[in-house]
């Protein structure tokens, strides 16, 4: 939409741009400042509603910063009440003249939101109003302070919200769930069968029990990027999942084997691993990790400062690292030697660049670092 409006005398410059350059600043501000623009004047006041695509995040509607738990859960309840008056006006039929093409909403698992965002969106889905969601359910609860009694409520509050709202399960192109255990709920049903339209996938502090093996078989899935975050899945079995182009692992559990396992992953050109080596971590072979894989040209491995977590090998590596174009080692302690990174070159002859960065972290020295990790070795 391009409509030039009548320049008054009296009107400010920046009201006399056209709709879609205004359009386009309001696009880059957050809901609550681009609601308020509608009292700058009768030229801005409907500019709002005709925005494509529409940001909700519950944390601008955090009052003061959180303190005390209990404080900080009644925080998160009057936000979340903030946000549903928000959303319910941003979703006004009378209001909107146009459709909105892709709505990201990050919330609070809140008795507001199953009692009453769940059927705003959903209603809008149905509709024709809303074409695709992109859904974050916060938690900024420490996961060290959730027992898996609180994981296990929470995967079901999730699984409430989206019984409640099916139609949100069919909008999703991007979900992220944080500290939340599916032992007793189908969540590859959900996540895979459920959510046709997904495209990005975040799991973070999630499993689907303590040291579980996770398969993903999903053939007809349009996954295109995957993200697994502090989960504690003994290893990810990625059987199937052909439009995959990305994929993220940081710190798993996995001590004694690979922590994925990839099988029919056609399109899977970026890959991110990222973990520092517990003492009981034993090393394992990068191309046994990699096997499976045909189409790897972008790779970032990051030791987080720690001993490396990979075994010495160089000509097994020549048909993963066939199509490798750009490799990235991060979190090299800053005492460890970089020549046994040699390896990866020979073994990448089309490598076109290459970026090394070291670990050199203080508070990460001696009695700083815990209990977990053990003394550092030189590779």
Known sequence: MSLHPLQ??????????????LLSILGRVGL????????????????????PEVNIDVKDFLS????????AKEMEELAMVSLTKATRSFLADQQRECTISSLHLKLY??????????????????????????LTILDETDPLDRSDEDMLQRAQEIDNFFRASPSVLHCLTKLSLENAGFNNLDMHHVLFDCCKQLKHLRLCYCDTGTYSVFKIDAPNSKLCVLEIDFCRFERLELVCLPKLEKFICTTWVASQHVPVTFGFVPSLGELELSCGASYRRRPFKLSELLHGTTSIHTLTLH??????????????????FNKLKKLSVCGIFV????????????AAPSIEKLHIRV????????????????????P
């Open 8 to 21: 008054l005398e009296d009107e400010d410059r920046l009201s006399t741009l056209t709709d879609d350059i």
């Open 32 to 51: 609550r400042i681009a609601a308020r623009t509608c009292v700058l004047s009768t030229r801005w006041r409907h500019l709002p509603w005709l925005l």
């Open 64 to 71: 003061v910063p959180r303190t005390e738990p209990i404080e």
């Open 109 to 134: 698992l809140t008795n507001t939101v199953l009692c009453e965002i769940g059927p705003l969106v959903g209603d809008a889905i149905d509709s024709g109003l809303l074409k695709d969601l992109d």
């Open 303 to 320: 030791f987080q400062g720690e001993n490396l977590w990979l075994q010495p090998e160089m000509e097994e590596l020549r048909t993963a």
């Open 335 to 346: 005492e460890f030697d970089i020549l046994w990174m040699t390896a990866f070159l020979v």
């Open 359 to 378: 670990w050199n972290h203080a508070c990460d020295v001696g009695e700083f670092r815990g209990d977990i990790f053990g003394d550092r070795r030189t």
